[in-house]
T-cell receptor, first 112, second 110 residues
Framework: QKEVEQNSGPLSVPEGAIASLNCTYSDRGSQSFFWYRQYSGKSPELIMFIYSNGDKEDGRFTAQLNKASQYVSLLIRDSQPSDSATYLC????WGYGQNFVFGPGTRLSVLP | DVKVTQSSRYLVKRTGEKVFLECVQDMDHENMFWYRQDPGLGLRLIYF???????EKGDIPEGYSVSREKKERFSLILESASTNQTSMYLCASSFNSEAFFGQGTRLTVV
């Protein structure tokens, strides 16, 4: 059974701080990695994806991937109350265009 | 923008009813998925499809079936609804590994 694990939280950070969200996965052959944000009662929306080891930055968001450690993280700089949501890590175990395995999500609360 | 549309936002059905959840995507994606999402359990894959008339079981297919007669439409069928199928159902489509979700259908079986 391919698994993706996340700390369920809640993770609370003050406004303006850096929020760090972590994810580990079991399938060493996984090719692509995704972070989704889900507001309460809404469907998940894609924030970022990363395929290669290292960092990928997009505005206030940075995704970090370490395939040797089977670890992917999401950093949110200058956190805002509007960032309060559940963040889902997703892994594509079989590469291009195939299935996804989702983690249970980490609930983030940014305190004003 | 990719649009994935689910036919209903909220549904209430009786135990034993046959229930159809419809999903349509407008971007010619080959891959489509049905998930259910429950508190504490996250997103669980029910069925997915790589092409018209093709379907693959996910992690929890029991009690469900699917139909994909056209590329843009993927239907989830609850053959005989039960109370343990009360959940949020999410449809998704994908191309080049990125999945796009519909707005979700909150199904309550009474």
């Amino acid at each position: 059974q391919k698994e993706v694990e996340q700390n369920s939280g809640p993770l609370s950070v003050p406004e303006g701080a850096i929020a760090s969200l972590n994810c580990t996965y079991s399938d060493r052959g996984s090719q692509s990695f995704f972070w989704y944000r889900q507001y309460s009662g809404k469907s998940p929306e894609l924030i970022m994806f990363i395929y290669s080891n290292g960092d990928k930055e997009d505005g206030r968001f940075t995704a970090q991937l370490n395939k040797a450690s089977q670890y992917v993280s999401l950093l949110i700089r200058d956190s805002q109350p509007s960032d309060s949501a559940t963040y889902l890590c997703a892994v594509n175990p079989w590469g291009y265009g195939q299935n996804f395995v989702f983690g249970p999500g980490t609930r983030l609360s940014v305190l004003p | 923008d990719v649009k994935v549309t689910q036919s209903s936002r909220y549904l209430v059905k009786r135990t034993g009813e046959k229930v159809f959840l419809e999903c349509v995507q407008d971007m010619d994606h080959e891959n489509m998925f049905w998930y259910r999402q429950d508190p504490g359990l996250g997103l669980r894959l029910i069925y997915f499809s790589y092409d018209v008339k093709m379907k693959e079981k996910g992690d929890i297919p029991e009690g469900y079936s699917v139909s994909r007669e056209k590329k843009e439409r993927f239907s989830l069928i609850l053959e005989s609804a039960s109370t343990n199928q009360t959940s949020m159902y999410l449809c998704a489509s994908s191309f080049n590994s990125e999945a796009f979700f519909g707005q979700g259908t909150r199904l309550t079986v009474v």
